[in-house]
Each structure stands twice: as structure tokens, then as C-alpha cells.
């Protein structure tokens, strides 16, 4: 069979261009001092959504609590802290409405640490994505359930929590270069992308096309790629046929 690609629907890309910034010399002693806590790996997402369209955008994926007007249930996880302590907080997210200039603060929320809410309610400032300061918490257990707990139902949102050792602890990096570098170092994850492959039919981007193309090949018994914006990319051979190379 000849191989072949196919490209679908219209690749979205961030207006503007961003300056490449000289990463700071604190990057790996920031990583050594604290740890990352992806909200989209939270174990319940409870009533949250996980949004996945603009991660082009902003890097990541994220809850959201999409209730009209109705708070959601919470989300929770449960995490291993390194040593007990002191530990300040920080939540990245936004006041999805300030860029309007709209009060109200709609999308608010609580952190709870093992049931206790944390003195901030986030969601509550900037009109852009950042790092919300939470203060300090006291762990007195490795082991402690982190909750998302939405107030209002107008979807608040978070998309990671990252917490580092001692009060006096430095606020996350900002910069939209070296964030991402700064997320793969916390999670462990390489600097390039794991190669798959090879396939006969590889489909790129969202939108009706986008399946109907993937599920048209699966049919045909070729080994499909597929990956979209919006959903987990999948890549896999067709039943009862082994991946070549």
C-alpha cells in the first residue's frame, strides 16, 4: 500500500509574537524546592469540565467549573508531600471577566488541604492567566486531599496548584517561553515529544472532518494517527495489525 497523509480543518495559532526572554539561573533551584499539581490530573474531576481548546494558547489544559449559575461538585485529588511544614501556594488561573472591566469576580473558587480551605479565593484577580498567591499552609501529613471547590457556577478555572517549601518561597515563572520548560522539569517529562509511528493515515486538527476522516480510514483497515486539539491524541494500528518500524 503506498503511505500517505492526510492534514484536517485549520490549525488555530496565538496572535502575536512572543520575545524569547533569558531564562532566569533560579529556574532549576525553583523546580528542586517544590512540586506541580496539574489540575486535568486531579483523580475526581468532579463536576468540572476539562477544557482542552486553547492549550495552543496558554500550554495546558484546565478545569473549569461550567455550572449555570449552579457551583459544580468538587474535584479532588490526593498528593504526597515531600517533607511537613510550611508550604506556600500558589493557583494559576484568572478573573475571566476583568478584561471587560465587569465586577463581580464570576468564576471564584476555593483550594481546600485536606479539608481546609486556604485563606485566598481564587479566580478573583487578573484578566490574564498567572499564578495566584495563596499564602502559606501547614502540612502535618504527607499525605493530604487537595479539593477544587467552586463558589458560583460561572465557571471559575484552574489550571495547575504549585506549592514550594518555606514562607518566603519565589512566585512561579510567568513568561510564555519558560513555563513550559519549567512544567516538563516538575513532571518529569522530556524536552521532545515521543515519536510515533509509522502510520498510513495521520489526521490533524478538530471539527467534524477530523473523525469522520479517522473512523473512514480505521475502516479500511489502515493504521490511523490522530490528533486534535481538543481531544487526547490518539495513534494506533488497526485491529489485528501490528505497528511496522
Known amino acids: ?9 485549520a490549525v488555530q495559532c ?12 533560579s529556574l532549576d533551584a525553583t523546580v528542586a ?48 508531600f515531600p517533607a511537613t511544614g510550611k508550604w ?6 484568572m478573573d475571566w471577566v476583568a478584561r471587560w472591566e465587569a465586577p463581580g469576580e464570576p ?24 499564578w495566584q498567591d495563596g499564602g ?8 493530604v486531599t487537595l479539593t477544587l471547590r467552586d463558589l458560583t457556577g460561572f465557571n471559575g478555572r484552574c489550571d495547575a496548584i504549585y506549592f514550594a517549601r518555606g514562607a518566603d518561597a519565589a512566585t512561579p515563572p510567568e513568561q510564555a517561553d519558560i513555563l513550559p520548560r519549567w512544567r516538563r522539569l516538575l513532571l518529569g517529562l522530556p524536552d521532545e515529544p515521543e515519536t510515533l509511528g509509522p502510520f498510513d493515515l495521520v489526521v490533524v486538527g478538530g471539527g467534524y472532518p477530523a473523525p469522520a476522516a479517522a473512523q473512514r480510514g480505521r475502516r479500511r483497515h489502515v493504521g490511523v494517527g490522530n490528533r486534535s486539539g481538543r481531544q487526547p491524541g490518539t495513534c494506533r494500528p488497526p485491529p489485528g495489525r501490528r505497528r511496522r518500524g
Request: glycine share 10%; proline share 5%; no cysteine.
Open 1 to 9: 500500500m503506498r503511505r500517505f497523509a492526510v492534514i484536517v480543518t
Open 14 to 25: 496565538a496572535a502575536g509574537v512572543t520575545a524569547m526572554a533569558q531564562e532566569p539561573a
Open 33 to 80: 524546592k517544590g512540586f506541580l499539581v496539574e489540575a486535568e490530573s486531579f483523580d475526581d474531576h468532579g463536576g468540572w469540565v476539562l477544557d482542552t481548546q486553547f492549550i495552543e494558547i496558554m500550554g495546558s489544559p484546565y478545569l473549569m467549573a461550567h455550572g449555570l449559575g449552579r457551583p459544580v461538585a468538587d474535584a479532588s485529588t490526593t498528593v504526597t
Open 88 to 93: 506556600r501556594v500558589w493557583v494559576r488561573t
Open 107 to 130: 468564576g471564584r473558587f476555593q483550594l481546600l488541604v485536606d479539608g481546609r480551605p486556604v485563606e485566598e479565593t481564587f479566580g478573583t484577580k487578573g484578566a490574564e492567566w498567572h
Open 136 to 143: 502559606v499552609v501547614e502540612i502535618d501529613n504527607p499525605t
